[in-house]
């Protein structure tokens, strides 16, 4: 951990910082700060160290590192953050830790993904040093019904989370990703566990996946002609994950305190992005397998879309999937 404060601090000095200043901050002695150092320079960090000045972050390697997470959040966010190299999935992590009872707001921050998945069982790309995967754990109240919000809320936050880090508009496809121009970037897959003797859901884990620095080149065959991320999507600067993990984790926070009666917000912000409305549309009905072509012609107050069909029906969609036809 004092590795992880250690870049902290260093990360939130552009200055060099004294020694004795970072041991009297974290409360260590100056051979552990000494020994962060070290452990720091060994996992690729560049520090100049100057006597009687003290050090002085260089360059680090783009690992989510928890200290670079650490330098854009508040002391008492941090302890329920952990960042990791390499996992399965962030969302499995965090059904293993039900069983301990986590706090609300436990987030897991990967590097990269060997499984990530989306919607249907679908893989998830999670390629190392390039994307941010970050699953939370959250508590809001109310029943089952009222989860299916929960979803829409969250791509505002990821919305608002990339439009204060980087200043990038993104638009959401109906219900659940976050697109720039007709290319996705985000994906969003929210599991819920009910307690089934009175209805209520007990745990929420939203699963947020983002391509952020990879290139046009870098995407799998299938999926070239359809995903982009941030990076690529705009004039190809390299982009601060850390930064956009961080403002997810506080957007999300947001969320919870806003959860349910800041709807009319996220209702506004949802209706504005959404990049279906108004355009054709294929509604995939997953139980009954039919799939119908229509038209979006508006999002409904408790976040479904009112479709028009090209056979004269109409319906108000809240389940299966919507594909925009650019």
Request: proline content about 2%; overall charge negative.
């Given at each position: 951990m004092t590795k992880d404060e250690v870049l902290s601090i260093l990360r939130s000095n552009d200055s060099y910082v004294s020694g004795e200043a970072i041991s009297v901050s974290l409360g260590v002695t100056r051979a552990a700060v000494n020994g962060a150092v070290k452990a720091l320079k060994g996992d690729g960090c560049v520090i100049d160290s100057v006597t009687n000045k003290g050090y002085r972050l260089l360059s680090c390697p783009d690992k989510l590192l928890p200290g670079?997470?650490?330098?854009?959040?508040?002391?008492?966010?941090?302890?329920?953050?952990?960042?990791?190299?390499?996992?399965?999935?962030?969302?499995?992590?965090?059904?293993?830790?039900?069983?301990?009872?986590?706090?609300?707001?436990?987030?897991i921050i990967a590097n990269e993904q060997t499984g990530g998945r989306g919607r249907l069982g679908r893989r998830f790309e999670s390629p190392s040093d390039s994307g941010i995967y970050l699953s939370m754990l959250i508590r809001p109240s109310g029943e089952l019904s009222d989860m299916s919000e929960i979803t829409a809320w969250t791509a505002v936050a990821v919305h608002n989370a990339i439009l204060s880090a980087f200043g990038i508009e993104t638009s959401i496809k109906w219900v659940?990703?976050?697109?720039?121009?007709?290319?996705?970037?985000?994906?969003?897959?929210?599991?819920?566990?009910?307690?089934?003797?009175?209805?209520?859901?007990?745990?929420?884990?939203?699963?947020?996946?983002?391509?952020?620095?990879?290139?046009?080149?870098?995407f799998p065959a299938e999926i070239a002609d359809i995903a982009t991320s941030l990076s690529a999507g705009t004039d190809g600067s390299h982009l601060d994950r850390a930064r956009l993990a961080a403002q997810i984790i506080l957007e999300m926070d947001k969320l919870v305190s806003d959860w349910p009666s800041g709807k009319p917000s996220y209702l506004e912000t949802y209706r504005s992005c959404c990049i279906s409305l108004g355009r054709d549309v294929t509604v995939s009905n997953y139980a009954t397998g039919e799939k119908k072509q229509g038209r979006a012609i508006a999002l409904n107050d408790d976040f479904s879309l009112f479709v028009k069909f090209d056979d004269g029906s109409s319906s108000n969609v809240m389940s299966g999937e919507v594909s925009v036809r650019f």
């Open positions: 670079d997470v650490y330098s854009y959040l508040p002391q008492e966010r941090r302890k329920n953050v952990i960042c990791l190299s390499t996992i399965d999935s962030t969302s499995n992590r965090l059904k293993e830790m039900l069983k301990d009872n986590p706090e609300s707001g436990t987030c659940n990703d976050l697109f720039i121009g007709s290319r996705k970037v985000c994906g969003i897959l929210t599991e819920l566990s009910v307690e089934g003797e009175i209805g209520l859901v007990s745990n929420v884990i939203v699963g947020i996946g983002i391509n952020v620095n990879q290139k046009a080149d870098e």
